[in-house]
């Protein structure tokens, strides 16, 4: 029987220069209790959205499995945004996200995290389509 992979992270190219990312956000890693092997977690659905985002760029690769997983997100070389005079933040910095299939890289003024469900325990550091209501960019808590 076929099953369709959870939905580990989706992208969006939002309106005036963001970039949506809709990802399934640990909170906690709980340590396995006596007796046990695995790790379980404390997990939601998230919405990232960059803000004043350029300079985008993809090097993924992806074999097999589509399915992309981030690892860390950084960011570095603090400067004057190059448009600040038009919006409200003045600081933009080279963002890096790294995931296991490769690097996205771009120029942003940062980006908010929108939490769209409580968290919930489980022992998979994804949640299924159905736990997470599928793809969404929604800013709204459900």
């Not at 992270?9 to 906690?28: H, M, N, P, T, V």
């Not at 969404?136 to 459900?142: A, G, M, P, Q």
Request: aromatic letters at 16%; glycine letters at 2%.
């Amino acid at each position: 029987m076929y099953h369709e992979p959870p939905q580990t992270i989706a992208i969006s190219f939002g309106e005036r220069f963001q970039f949506k990312l809709d990802i399934d956000y640990i909170f906690q890693w709980i340590h396995p209790k006596e007796n046990e092997t695995y790790f379980s977690f404390w997990i939601a659905p998230c919405t990232l959205v960059f803000e004043n985002v350029w300079d985008l760029r993809f090097d993924i690769h992806i074999s097999s499995d589509i399915e992309l997983e981030i690892d860390d997100i950084r960011r570095d070389n603090a400067r004057e945004a190059r448009n600040a005079a038009y919006i409200d933040k003045k600081t933009e910095y080279d963002w890096t996200i790294e995931t296991h299939q490769g690097d996205i890289t771009f120029k942003s003024v940062g980006f908010t995290q929108y939490v769209r469900k409580k968290p919930v325990y489980t022992s998979s550091q994804l949640l299924l389509p159905q736990d997470r209501d599928g793809v969404s960019f929604s800013t709204e808590i459900k």
